[in-house]
C-alpha cells in the first residue's frame, strides 16, 4: 500500500495559464476527492468521484475548474486562465465505499499563481 | 458560519501539559473523524468515532463523542512536542458522502 500520490508537489505558474494535477488513490479505493486548503482553514470541498463517474462538484467551483477520472483510477485537476486567488493547497482524498467515509489524503500539490 | 466549530483555533503548552479541543455542531453526524495535519502535508485520519457517548483512546489521545452526536473533544495528555500540527474534525452531514471539515485547532508544543 503505497497511500494517496500527487503530482506535483508544488507549482508556481503566471496568472492566466492553465496548470493541471494529477492523483493517484490507494487501489481498492472508489471514491476520490478533492479539496482546496487555504492558510487558516480546513479542506474545502471541491467535487468528487465514484469510480469515473463525478457525483457531486461544489458551488464554489467555477467553470475554470474541471476534475477527470477515466477508468476510475488517476484523476486529473485542470485550472484554467489561473488567478492569484487560486493560490491554495489543492488535497486529493480517496476512500472506501463505507458509511464512514474515512479520507485518506496525499500531500497535497501547493499552487503559487503570480 | 462553519457546520462544525472548532476551539480553540490556536493553542500554544509547554511540554508535558495537558489540552482539550472541542468540534462542535448543531447537526446530528453518523460519525465524526479527527485528522492531524503537520505543515505541507496533507491531513492525516486518527480515529472515528461512531456512537453517541463513545470514548476512544489512542496512546496520550482520548477521543469523545457527544451523546446526541453533535460534538466530539480530543483530549491531550502530558503533550509533546511531537503532537504539533493542526487538528481537524469532520463529518459527513446527512450521510451525503461529501465530509465537512472545521477549520483546525493549530496546536504548538514547546519543549
Known amino acids: 500500500d503505497t497511500g494517496v500520490s500527487q503530482d506535483p508537489r508544488h507549482k508556481i505558474t503566471k496568472r492566466g495559464q492553465n496548470v493541471t494535477f494529477r492523483c493517484d488513490p490507494i487501489s481498492e479505493h472508489n471514491r476520490l476527492y478533492w479539496y482546496r486548503q487555504t492558510l487558516g482553514q480546513g479542506p474545502e470541498f471541491l467535487t468528487y468521484?465514484?469510480?469515473?463517474?463525478?457525483?457531486?462538484k461544489s458551488r464554489l467551483l467555477s467553470d475554470r475548474f474541471s476534475a477527470e477520472r477515466p477508468k476510475g483510477s488517476f484523476s486529473t485537476l485542470e485550472i484554467q486562465r489561473t488567478e492569484q486567488g487560486d493560490s491554495a493547497m489543492y488535497l486529493c482524498a480517496s476512500s472506501l465505499d463505507s458509511s464512514y467515509n474515512e479520507q485518506f489524503f496525499g500531500p497535497g500539490t501547493r499552487l503559487t499563481v503570480l | 458560519t462553519q457546520l462544525l466549530e472548532q476551539s480553540p483555533q490556536f493553542l500554544s503548552i509547554q511540554e508535558g501539559e495537558n489540552l482539550t479541543v472541542y468540534c462542535n455542531s448543531s447537526s446530528v453526524f453518523s460519525s465524526l473523524q479527527w485528522y492531524r495535519q503537520e505543515p505541507g502535508e496533507g491531513p492525516v485520519l486518527l480515529v472515528t468515532v461512531v456512537t453517541g457517548g463513545e470514548v476512544k483512546k489512542l496512546k496520550r489521545l482520548t477521543f469523545q463523542f457527544g451523546d446526541a452526536r453533535k460534538d466530539s473533544s480530543l483530549h491531550i495528555t502530558a503533550a509533546q512536542p511531537g503532537d504539533t500540527g493542526l487538528y481537524l474534525c469532520?463529518?459527513?452531514?446527512?450521510?451525503?458522502?461529501?465530509?465537512?471539515f472545521g477549520r483546525g485547532t493549530s496546536l504548538i508544543v514547546h519543549p
Open positions: 468521484f465514484q469510480n469515473e463517474a463525478q457525483l457531486e
Open positions: 469532520a463529518g459527513d452531514p446527512g450521510g451525503s458522502y461529501i465530509p465537512t
